[in-house]
Nanobody, 124 residues
């Protein structure tokens, strides 16, 4: 069974940057697509970005041009580089894996395993 652990969250001022990491164990990451989602208080979980096993990427319109997802198969790790952060980016960020390694999906139901989340807070 795949286990995921996020890190890199924290408090940052608007306009700043953070890089989130998600390390996996218990599976072979070349067989999975990966995604990042976020959930703000009182809101539903929303898609942020996804990457296929071969490196194809897809970003939500709300973060396009500011966030970049990437993946290191050798380290079983997926990253989310977040630049030009805004207060509305404040949320708990979750990584997830999908056994459909060839598909980029923004639907949370496409993902099989989830991490515990890491808090990102952007102050104005």
């Amino acid at each position: 069974q795949v286990q995921l652990g996020e890190s890199g969250g924290g408090l940052v001022q608007a306009g700043g940057s953070l890089r989130l990491s998600c390390a996996g164990s218990g599976g072979t990451f070349t067989k999975y697509a990966m995604g990042w989602f976020r959930q703000a208080p009182g809101k539903e979980r929303e898609f942020v970005a996804a990457v296929t096993w071969s490196g194809g990427t897809y970003h939500a319109d709300s973060v396009k041009g500011r966030f970049t997802i990437s993946k290191d198969n050798a380290k079983n790790t997926v990253y989310l580089q977040m630049n030009s952060l805004k207060p509305e980016d404040t949320a708990v960020y979750y990584c997830a894996t999908s056994s459909n390694a060839y598909r980029l999906s923004s639907n949370s139901r496409s993902y099989d395993y989830w991490g515990q989340g890491t808090q990102v807070t952007v102050s104005s």
